[in-house]
């Protein structure tokens, strides 16, 4: 009998898919140690199939679509796929990887889940307010939950960039500006996200991105470069990856920037000498969406299989919607560029990952589909939204005590599309609940709630129904007005110059103040806002970042007074936009602000030019933001005192134990974010002011005391010298415990 070549390939290739399947090797022994699979695996691999490994693509719908994907799947050309997001349309690519593709090498399904899936927490940078690990952490859990109900084991969270800039519209997905924060909530994150067990199916496999420095772009603008000093990267930017990888992440991601210009998806340093040899990383490293290729528009690569060579050559392990491996790394291993050791190391990476998560044994979805918006999910997501409002000023409107009419008014009070935030793929606006419908369902039966928007989107100019709302207005015991910015104005691509209120929403604030009627603000925004006015003229201003799905009745019961407010700014809120970028820990000048300094409107005419007594200050805004990073307010009245250190000499490697007397002088239950810094005075190196070091949600009853006490290692003082050693110097330093970065209670203490 006689086969034509393209017949006995068909069929020597059907053989060998029945072989493997059938076939008893170690790769598909669940009990055997991953080591031993991965590298039985490999050595059963062409070199198409390992390169396969390595690349990443975009799922789209479609009937000839999906026999597109089935076929790629099945020649073994796709490691993950991104943005499958019904259950059978996971199962069926994965019938076909685990049933027809020769090894059965399941697909990693791909989505960004950032905060949260069906049921939408408060953006990050709103998790962050809550300085509350374990709700950052049940965020995770929940979004790992529902996400894996359609198949999806990986995301690209928690985004780790420390961030100062506000007009950087990523700061959204953010945990801040602090770095001990930023890592503290990164590494909940990553808990939660991979669970006790990554092979649980319902844990997903958490990325720790940008790596490194994204949150510095030049200007706060996207896609910008970074000028990052080595010191700085060290002990500023470095430190939440680094516990990333101590907390099992499985993934990173390279950011878009480069930094002193090397763009982070071809920096070898930091993918190969930090991330592996330092830290000794062991998952797999993703670039960004297209990042490869725009190593060219960079100036950093001639063309696309450079830009392959470099990238993988430093350490990106797989190639996301880039074309650049599956197009150009077989040339580049016949042309000497790149050696199959690597290739091998690379897809090893991959495997491991994968069997981790335990898709050899659980390829399919297994997740109900009713785990979607759970009862328990929600009440989750509403107290997330609860810790994360912030309460920046009241002056005793706040709680709504005995009133019988209220004004709602502004353009996100009724914006369910608006309140979910940025990177919000799934969230459904039909299943969020605003602030408007809240105040309705639970108390429109003792309250009279009356709403107008007046602006229609937070971008409108049009005035022409102000008059109209005022009237409205006057006729209300107290106004709330739900004023602040869209989701599309923060998150990737948008960043904004200027980050006040945009289209009319001052001039209508100013109008409903002269109505004489009690005035209070919430801003519902993705990043801190300018918004010096706004302060003035409210009564009480409540600042919320994106709440997510459950986040109207999360703010109706703060409103109300059902909750106190506990939230705390993880950023510092400037005065102005020209501020920025802007944080609590600078380092000390040699001629600080003393707040005294004379402003430009009350300067003398013809002033003689002089710089005697002049200071690190703006002559036209003074210096200091409008509210300091870890501020914020609550129905609770709290006083700190008896600050007590149990000793004013430490050792290196000793550890300081810190108390103070907290009391709750208020006539209402409420939650407290006791803060300790440390100022460090002299060192090799100039130092920040002060540090965030430790903190901890304490609530107590009215007119209720308890001791706060903290441990804090000797160790956690350590920063990069002149040498550029990461070491603790001796010498003279003052710890702080309060509410705020501003904290005054403070004790002075030698390290020898």
Not at 16 to 43: C, H, I, Q, W
Not at 214 to 242: C, H, M, W
Not at 668 to 673: Q, R
Request: charged share 20%.
């Amino acid at each position: 009998m006689k086969y034509g070549k393209a017949l006995m390939a068909t069929l020597l290739l059907a053989t060998g898919n029945m072989l493997y399947a059938a076939g008893d090797f170690t790769y598909k022994k669940a009990d055997a140690p991953v080591e031993d699979r991965v590298n039985d695996l490999l050595s059963r691999m062409t070199i198409d199939e390992k390169i396969g490994q390595l690349n990443q693509r975009s799922f789209y719908e479609g009937e000839e679509a999906m026999k597109m994907w089935q076929s790629e799947v099945q020649a073994g050309n796709i490691g993950s796929l991104l943005n499958i997001v019904t259950p059978d349309n996971a199962d069926a690519i994965q019938k076909v990887a685990m049933e027809k593709s020769r090894l059965g090498i399941p697909v990693l399904m791909a989505r960004d889940v950032i905060h949260g899936y069906k049921t939408v927490f408060p953006i990050p940078l709103g998790q962050a307010a809550t300085f509350d690990d374990a709700i950052v952490e049940l965020g995770g859990r929940v979004a790992a939950v529902e996400a894996s109900s359609d198949g999806i084991r990986w995301t690209f969270t928690p985004m780790m960039d420390i961030s100062r800039d506000a007009r950087w519209g990523r700061i959204a997905e953010s945990f801040g500006e602090d770095t001990y924060l930023s890592t503290r909530l990164a590494v909940a994150n990553i808990r939660g996200l991979q669970g006790e067990d990554p092979s649980d199916p319902t844990s997903i496999a958490a990325c720790a991105k940008h790596f490194v420095g994204y949150g510095a772009s030049e200007s706060g603008r996207d896609y910008n470069s970074t000028y990052i000093p080595p010191r700085q990267l060290r002990d500023v930017y470095l430190p939440p990856f680094k516990a990333a990888v101590e907390a099992g992440v499985l993934t990173f991601m390279t950011s878009f920037n480069d930094n002193d210009g090397v763009p982070a998806t071809g920096n070898r340093a930091l993918l190969k000498d930090v991330l592996r040899d330092e830290w000794g990383f062991k998952g797999f490293v993703v670039s960004d969406w297209g990042s490869i290729q725009q190593m060219i528009p960079h100036g950093f690569c001639p063309d696309l299989s450079n830009a392959a060579d470099r990238a993988f050559n430093a350490g990106v392990d797989m190639d996301m919607e880039g074309y650049a491996y599956i197009s150009h790394l077989k040339q580049l291993i016949e042309s000497g560029k790149v050696s199959m050791g690597d290739i091998d190391n690379a897809v090893k990476n991959v495997l491991r990952v994968k069997f981790m998560l335990g898709l050899f044994e659980n390829p399919y979805v297994v997740t109900p589909q009713s785990v979607k918006y759970d009862p328990q999910h929600l009440a989750a997501a509403r107290k997330a939204a609860e810790e994360s409002a912030i309460l920046l000023k009241n002056n005793g409107v706040l709680p709504l005590k005995g009133v019988k009419k209220v004004f709602l008014t502004g353009p996100l009070a009724d914006a369910p599309h608006e309140q979910m935030g940025t990177w919000t793929f799934d969230g459904e606006k039909s299943r969020t609940v605003t602030i408007a419908k809240a105040m309705r369902d639970q108390f429109g039966s003792d309250v009279e709630i009356v709403f107008d928007p007046c602006l229609t989107f937070s971008r409108d100019r049009s005035t022409a129904g102000v008059a109209e709302a005022c009237r409205k207005a006057s006729g209300a015991d107290v106004i709330v007005a739900v004023m602040g910015e869209e989701s599309i104005l923060s998150g990737e691509g948008h960043s904004r110059a200027d980050i006040t209120l945009p289209g009319a929403q001052n001039e209508y604030l100013e109008a409903l103040k002269a109505t004489g009627k009690p005035l209070v603000t919430v801003v519902m925004t993705g990043r801190p806002m300018a918004i010096p006015s706004v302060d003035e003229i409210s009564d009480a201003l409540l600042y919320v970042f994106h709440p997510g799905t459950m986040g109207g009745p999360a703010i109706a019961d703060i409103l109300f007074g059902k909750v106190s407010p506990s939230g705390k700014l993880p950023v510092s809120l400037p005065r102005f936009s020209g501020q920025t970028p802007l944080y609590y820990n600078q380092h000390a000048t040699g001629r600080p602000a003393t707040g005294k300094e004379t402003l430009m409107y009350d300067a003398p005419i013809e002033a003689p030019m002089t710089s005697t007594g002049c200071s690190s200050y703006y002559f036209d805004a003074g210096f200091g933001p409008l509210y300091p990073f870890g501020y914020g307010l609550s129905y609770g009245r709290f006083t700190y005192s008896d600050l007590r250190l149990d000793s004013d000499s430490y050792t290196p490697d000793g550890t300081i134990r810190a108390s103070v007397t907290l009391t709750n002088d208020g006539d209402m239950e409420a939650t407290e974010v006791v803060q300790l810094y440390v100022k460090d005075h002299f060192g090799s190196v100039t130092r920040p002011v002060r540090e965030l070091k430790q903190y901890s949600r304490v609530t107590l009853k009215p007119h209720e005391s308890t001791t706060v006490s903290f441990e804090l290692p000797v160790k956690e003082l350590a920063f990069t010298g002149l040498d550029m050693k990461f070491a603790v110097e001796p010498g003279d330093f003052t710890l702080y415990i309060g509410g705020s970065s501003k904290a005054d209670l403070a004790k002075d203490f030698k390290v020898n």
